[in-house]
């Protein structure tokens, strides 16, 4: 019988995070308020959402592992014991939840388990 494997996550989402979230977010929020909100996103609250809930919540299906690399990459990762880094959201962009960075991550969190916990700062907009 097998186990499924344990998510490790870092404490805190990498440097590379913050710059993948803001060439993201350039596309979706604002000029005027981008560097700002980059800025409000590294000191939002750390918190713990299930992977089924939070791609629900941005309404983006779970991609496959043959859909994407990157998600094989971090099925790799995980099944290997490396940690692997927390997302970035945005909740309240057009009334739904925007992940800054990391759907892969949650996609690939979801593969192992949906009930998952997954990690990450959220950032509500006004």
């Known amino acids: 019988m097998s ?7 870092l404490e805190e989402p990498e440097e590379k995070d913050y710059l993948a979230a803001e060439s993201f977010l ?3 929020l604002e000029p005027s308020s981008l560097s ?7 000191t939002a609250p750390i918190g713990h959402w299930a992977a089924k809930d939070l791609l629900r919540a941005a309404g983006l299906p779970p991609l496959k592992p043959k859909q994407s690399a990157e998600v094989a990459e971090k099925l790799k990762k995980i099944k290997n014991g490396i940690p ?3 997302v970035l959201l945005i909740g309240g962009i057009r009334d739904y939840l925007v992940i800054g960075d ?3 991550r949650a996609s690939a969190a979801y593969r192992v388990d949906e009930d998952a916990q997954v ?8």
Do not use: K
């Open 102 to 104: 990391g759907y892969h």
């Open 26 to 28: 350039s596309m979706v």
């Open 119 to 126: 990690p990450g700062r959220l950032l509500w907009s006004s």
């Open 36 to 42: 700002e909100t980059i800025a409000a996103l590294r």
């Open 3 to 9: 186990s499924t494997p344990r998510i490790r996550w």
């Open 84 to 86: 692997i880094s927390p």
